[in-house]
Nanobody
Framework: QVQLVESGGGLVQAGGSLRLSCAASGSFLRINGMGWYRQAPGEQRELVAAITSGGSTNYADSVKGRFTISRDNAKNTVYLQMDSLKPEDTAVYYC????????????WGQGTQVTVSS
């Protein structure tokens, strides 16, 4: 069983910063890509940022230049540094990882709330 545990969400004023963390634990062979998604009320879940095992990154246009994704492969952990936050960044943020447990399976964290006040 693989678990992804997120932390770091909260309430922040517009222009502020937050750092999300997501640690993978359990029995698995390796982790390939990892990413952060978000879902606002009444909206579909969307990709925020993704990072490959080699460190290549991809960002949604709405967060480019403000958010930075990184990972520590030794700790099986992915991070999302969020700067210059805007009220429209308010959402539940989910961690996702493509994990080899035999076959490759996508796992999701439980989600962490990020609220940006104006």
């Amino acid at each position: 069983q693989v678990q992804l545990v997120e932390s770091g969400g909260g309430l922040v004023q517009a222009g502020g910063s937050l750092r999300l963390s997501c640690a993978a634990s359990g029995s698995f062979l390796r982790i390939n890509g990892m990413g952060w998604y978000r879902q606002a009320p009444g909206e579909q879940r969307e990709l925020v940022a993704a990072i490959t095992s080699g460190g290549s990154t991809n960002y949604a246009d709405s967060v480019k230049g403000r958010f930075t994704i990184s990972r520590d492969n030794a700790k099986n952990t992915v991070y999302l540094q969020m700067d210059s936050l805007k009220p429209e960044d308010t959402a539940v943020y989910y961690c996702q990882a493509n994990v080899a447990v035999g076959p490759w399976i996508n796992y999701w964290g439980q989600g962490t709330q990020v609220t940006v006040s104006s």
